[in-house]
């Protein structure tokens, strides 16, 4: 619209633009490890409402196909794979399948892991398993990705660590170990790959009741880790998905090397 002040000349005003319609992902591609998974799902869903196109990723289609079937259903664009996450050449075949640039990769692959038991009391194998697993898909799925993202001089790697990186007398066996060793390759990773236009970023959420419906966790249970937040509860996956979508997008285009803090307040940075 246009208006007269009184000097007598005329000034343009642009309205302004519609913030609804605007999103954080609009022609941008992801890669979903553990995509038909609780967390991995969560993430590609919100990932496809910004306006990515997401290709899941996992072992189990029926799982891969229900997410693509809400993304779908919803207006948004999805593909499935069968990949293995712990395999490289699985993933090299995946990512050579996709045609164009992948501005955004995500792993969300659970490990196998061993928890409640003191460490005094567990098996070497036992704590061992679970740091193999998170040290394997993370550095082979974001690797591979960090190739790619390299010679397209862009891209955001996201990986996924918890709560369990930095707390004490949970009983949680080698995967705490896990978690941090996710947020040391996120750093290291992060500091080679940077010149290049690449980002690298952990998420580290609390446990998130949501992501294991089938366990019908009580009160009782959960009171321990609700007491010990500053906020006085759990993260929802709803927050942990959101903000993974927002790390990956263009404003978020000055951090790397970062964990992202979704713990409630349980650790304090």
Request: hydrophobic share 45%; aromatic share 4%; net charge negative.
């Amino acid at each position: 619209m246009c208006r007269e002040p009184s000097a007598g000349f005329v000034v343009s005003v642009k309205a302004p633009a519609d913030e609804g319609n605007i999103m954080l992902l609009e022609n941008k591609t992801a890669v979903v490890y553990g995509g038909g998974g609780a967390m991995g799902g969560a993430v590609a869903r919100a990932f496809a409402r910004e306006g990515a196109t997401v290709h899941l990723a996992g072992r189990t289609l029926a799982k891969l196909q229900k997410v693509a079937e809400d993304i779908t259903t919803n207006g948004g664009r999805a593909t499935t794979a069968l990949v293995d996450a712990y395999d490289s050449d699985s993933i090299a075949a995946h990512l050579a399948s996709i045609d164009g640039p992948i501005d955004v990769c995500f792993n969300g692959v659970s490990v196998r892991e061993t928890q409640d038991i003191a460490l005094v009391s567990m098996s070497v194998e036992d704590f061992v398993r679970p740091v193999e697993d998170a040290a394997r898909t993370n550095f082979l799925t974001s690797t591979a990705a960090a190739r790619r993202m390299i010679e397209q001089g862009r891209g955001v790697i996201l990986m996924l660590s918890a709560s369990s990186a930095r707390e004490s007398g949970f009983e949680m066996g080698g995967f705490s170990l896990a978690c941090a060793s996710i947020e040391c390759l996120t750093r290291t990773l992060a500091g080679e790959v940077g010149r290049y236009g690449v980002r690298v970023v952990a998420l580290r959420p609390n446990f998130t009741p949501e992501t294991h419906p089938e366990w019908n966790l009580g009160d009782d249970t959960l009171k321990p880790l609700i007491a010990g937040t500053a906020l006085g509860r759990l993260p929802k996956l709803s927050e942990v998905a959101g903000t993974a979508a927002f790390v990956a997008s263009d404003h978020a285009g000055a951090m790397t090397g970062a964990v992202v803090n979704l713990t409630c307040g349980a650790i304090v940075d």
